[in-house]
């Protein structure tokens, strides 16, 4: 009944800037933690950013600094701006959600689809 839905991953040259959205539905009591995660071809899948809202957020060491994470609450919406793109951030950028879906039951994570970020010139 939940579901995640990535848009703007793209094509873009190296120093290039996108945009990524992420956007939680269906049966939403509260989501805890909306974050990114990236696997590229070989590799493991890894963690980008999360945050819990209220101005709170981790980054890993390879995007701090050029990555921004944020959180509509309103709209139940994460987006991932990332900035000075380098080839090596090429991957399938995942969004994930930490949500209950109504008072009873516990969180419980969700993927989305993914979508793909390329950085090539």
């Known amino acids: 009944q939940v579901q995640l839905v990535e848009s703007g991953g793209g094509l873009v040259q190296p120093g290039g800037s996108l945009r990524l959205s992420c956007a939680a539905s269906g049966s939403i009591f509260s989501i805890l933690v909306m974050g990114w995660y990236r696997q590229a071809p070989g590799k493991q899948r890894e963690l980008v950013a999360t945050?819990?809202?209220?101005?709170?957020?981790n980054y890993a060491d390879s995007v701090k600094g050029r990555f921004a994470i944020s959180r509509d609450n309103a709209k139940n919406t994460a987006y991932l701006q990332m900035n000075s793109l380098k080839p090596e951030d090429s991957a399938v950028y995942y969004c994930?959600?930490?949500?209950?879906?109504?008072?009873?039951?516990?969180?419980?994570?969700?993927w989305g689809q993914g979508t793909q970020v390329t950085v090539s010139s």
């Open positions: 994930n959600a930490i949500i209950r879906m109504n008072s009873i039951v516990g969180p419980v994570a969700y």
């Open positions: 945050t819990t809202g209220g101005g709170t957020a």
